[in-house]
């Protein structure tokens, strides 16, 4: 069964920091592109960040550049998001997604791009 699993989200202080990850089972996450989004409540889902199926391509949505990182490590067959100094605005449920198709050149950030889903982690950044 074709599965990804995030995790590493939490409660955190205004500033601080997590690292999420996505794990994939039942397939090779390298033969796949992967994206972040995250869904706030009464809020469409939204890209956070995408990363080419060997890292070399990486990009971001504005409300994230320069604090969250994308990387990933094929031979733990993971996706991580390192995200920094996180604000109240970023609290959402996070998900991780596979796309078959190259991400490079395209809208990104469109949900339909993708084939596989995670089930999301919540983040919540509060005082």
């Known amino acids: 069964q074709l599965q990804l699993v995030e995790s590493g989200g939490g409660l955190v202080q205004p500033g601080g920091s997590l690292r999420l990850s996505c794990a994939a089972s039942?397939?090779?996450?390298?033969?796949?592109?992967i994206g972040w989004f995250r869904q706030a409540p009464g809020k469409e889902r939204e890209g956070v960040s995408c990363?080419?199926?060997?890292?070399?391509?990486?990009d971001y949505a504005d409300s994230v550049t320069g604090r969250f990182i994308i990387s990933r490590d094929n031979g733990k067959n993971t996706v991580y998001l390192r995200m920094n100094n996180l604000k109240p605005g970023d609290t959402a449920v996070y998900y991780c997604?596979?796309?078959?198709?190259?991400?490079?050149?395209?809208?990104?950030?469109?949900?339909?791009?993708?084939?596989?889903w995670g089930q999301g982690t919540q983040v919540t950044v509060s005082s």
């Open positions: 990363i080419s199926d060997n890292g070399g391509y990486t």
């Open positions: 039942g397939f090779t996450l390298d033969d796949y592109d």
């Open positions: 997604a596979a796309a078959q198709i190259p991400l490079y050149g395209s809208n990104w950030y469109d949900a339909l791009l993708y084939d596989y």
